[in-house]
């Protein structure tokens, strides 16, 4: 998946990172990824023998990591009569299409004389997306799927929709006319299937961080907050709304949803530092890493200043490829420069 802030191209460098501030001297360490994103970086330090928390606001996110951190068996699909992985995606992309929520609000023909015509998925595959999705939630109803399949089917479905999906990149807008790999019809495949086994208690929540923080406790803190005021509940409202799939109120244009619960306040500049602080203040974690880039609403001397107050600082940075969510845009630099800012707290232990 095209994500906003992904870490897969850096996952080097915050290893190496630990490596030198924290030096590890083993792999018996927890670490919180606690703005997970798609998960990649609990999913790495997993594969190293550390115990993972993860924690993202959004569902979609929340439902990734759910399989990728909390998973440690095979998935084997025992209660359904089609009993192993390929069986049950050959069974889900046969089934006939349906018309429900995301054909009726995000395809030409579901939307068509209403107020707002929109035009996210073909109209095949937004029938598609909705017979899947309602297949699944059915065998979750009468529990033929335990919380591991039905977490990996709703991963996948998110990531094989996003693949036909008829946007830029982000779900902010959706383009006139269909591109090429919006006309293709959807295939559901399996998310990554390599499941990570560690004897580990990881655990995966659905927080506020800022909340969240005040109740967990571990070795290292790692924290990948949003740098500007983009936000993700808008920019990616279409798979949350496929994962939850609860028909929620929508609005304008881009039939994004109506709730306001989600609205971080790292993507505005009054609230974003005051925010942070917050949260360093209430981490009751020895280490806290925070990734930030130099094009960030918290200002750089900001950060020190306030990683500084409780403990040892120091600041890592490495030159990184920007992320262009608009190819039509033009950006005045085709790199920005990452920071990894690290404290070694003092007081992680108080409340």
């Known amino acids: 998946m095209n994500y906003i802030g992904s870490k897969f191209s850096i996952l080097n460098f915050i290893d190496e990172t630990i490596n030198d501030f924290v030096k590890p001297k083993n792999n018996n360490i927890v670490l919180c990824d606690i703005f997970s994103g798609t998960g990649v970086v609990g999913k790495y330090f997993k594969k190293k023998g550390y115990t993972i928390i993860s924690n993202d606001i959004e569902y979609y996110s929340y439902i990734t990591a759910k399989h990728f951190i909390e998973n440690n068996k095979e998935l084997t699909f025992s209660k359904l009569k089609k009993n192993n992985i390929d069986n049950v995606f050959e069974y889900l992309n046969d089934i006939d299409g349906k018309k429900g929520f995301i054909y009726n609000n995000y395809s030409l023909a579901g939307t068509r004389g209403k107020e707002f015509e929109r035009q996210y998925f073909s109209d095949k595959n937004a029938q598609k997306i909705d017979a899947i999705r309602l297949c699944i939630e059915n065998w979750k109803n009468e529990k033929l799927l335990d919380e591991n399949e039905y977490n990996f089917l709703i991963a996948s479905l998110i990531e094989s929709a996003d693949k036909v999906a008829n946007t830029a990149s982000v779900y902010e807008a959706f383009l006139k006319k269909l591109k090429k790999s919006a006309e293709k019809d959807m295939v559901l495949s399996p998310i990554e299937t390599l499941i990570v086994e560690n004897s580990n208690n990881n655990k995966v929540y659905n927080e506020d961080c800022n909340k969240l923080v005040k109740n967990i406790s571990g070795d290292i803190l790692y ?97 990184h490829r920007r992320f262009k969510a608009d190819k039509n845009r033009d950006y005045i630099r085709d790199f920005t420069i990452e920071y990894i800012h690290c404290l070694e707290k003092n007081d992680s232990k108080k409340k």
């Open 223 to 319: 924290m990948d907050p949003p740098y500007n005021t983009r936000k993700y509940d808008t920019n990616y409202h279409m798979l949350e709304t496929i994962a939850l799939y609860d028909n929620p109120e929508i609005k304008g244009k881009t039939g994004v949803r109506c709730e306001t619960t989600k609205k971080s306040k790292y993507c505005i500049k009054k609230e974003a530092t005051e925010a942070f602080e917050d949260l360093i203040k209430n981490a009751k974690f020895k280490y806290i890493l925070l990734s930030y880039n130099d094009e960030g609403i918290i200002p750089i001397n900001e950060i020190k200043r306030i990683m500084s107050k409780y403990g040892k600082y120091k600041c890592y940075e490495k030159k």
